[in-house]
């Protein structure tokens, strides 16, 4: 079964240069683990958003629909997305098949828009990627956090934390999927619906936080752009400027 060149992919998404996005997983890493790299491969994601001129905000709870959207742009920008989001998405198991009709044969064909190797994904993803934090730890020699970035380049802090979004996905899972069934089942149906808001709203907040990290990602870069420099907090709290040549 062929891979779906790339015009197939800018067919189905509207191929446009740049996509800003963010994921969140259902598990915490533990970086601990005897192999962190194989840890981050075993997380699965709970929801990715991206933006991006051509769509706006995207919102997507499948990692192969994520992947095959990103790898419909020129450029993919993230923040520790080479390292991290990018293997998550990578090494997902789900891999879509699309059926496409060519009118003028009347056939059909079935194609893979994505490959089956998850270090050949990867290796598509990276080649497209601008890592703003794999940048600025050049730059700078030691790793900064986007919370950081934020209130030193924008002025403004982030709503929550990876920690939070991984208790809200699992809050908002259980109110979803068990809980409403088991008051359903003793008749108690106006508990199971409030129940049911309340998993939504749970969830609501999860993708909100990651949306909101896009966007910060977004105006961070764009502010470097313009600017030539970008600013973070430090572990003292003093404001630091770093010079970096960004590209539009």
Request: proline share 5%; hydrophobic share 45%.
């Amino acid at each position: 079964m062929p891979l779906a060149p790339l015009s197939y992919l800018a067919y189905n998404t509207g191929m446009m240069r740049d996509i800003f996005f963010d994921l969140e997983t259902k598990e915490l890493l533990d970086q601990n683990a005897p192999d962190v790299d194989a840890a981050i491969r075993a997380l699965h994601m709970s929801v990715g958003m991206t933006w991006c001129a051509c769509h706006d905000k995207q919102i997507f709870h499948s990692p192969a629909a994520l992947a095959e959207h990103l790898l419909a742009h020129e450029r993919i920008i993230g923040f520790n997305n080479v390292h991290f989001d990018n293997a998550v998405l990578a090494w997902a198991p789900e891999r879509p098949v699309h059926d496409t009709f060519d009118p003028v044969t009347g056939k059909h064909t079935l194609v893979k828009p994505l490959p089956d190797a998850p270090a050949e994904l990867k290796k598509m993803l990276d080649a497209k990627s601008f890592d703003v934090l794999a940048d600025l730890e050049t730059r700078l020699g030691h790793r900064v956090g986007l919370a950081a970035l934020a209130e030193g380049t924008l002025g403004k802090q982030k709503s929550a934390s990876g920690p939070q979004a991984v208790v809200w996905n699992r809050i908002a899972a259980l109110l979803r999927d068990k809980l409403p069934y088991a008051l359903t089942d003793v008749g108690d149906q106006e508990g199971a619906a409030r129940i049911n808001e309340l998993g939504a709203w749970f969830q609501e907040r999860l993708e909100q936080y990651c949306y909101q990290d896009v966007v910060l990602l977004k105006k961070v870069f764009e502010s470097g752009i313009a600017n030539k420099r970008v600013a973070y907090i430090d572990f003292e709290g003093e404001r630091r400027v770093v010079r970096v040549q960004w590209r539009a």
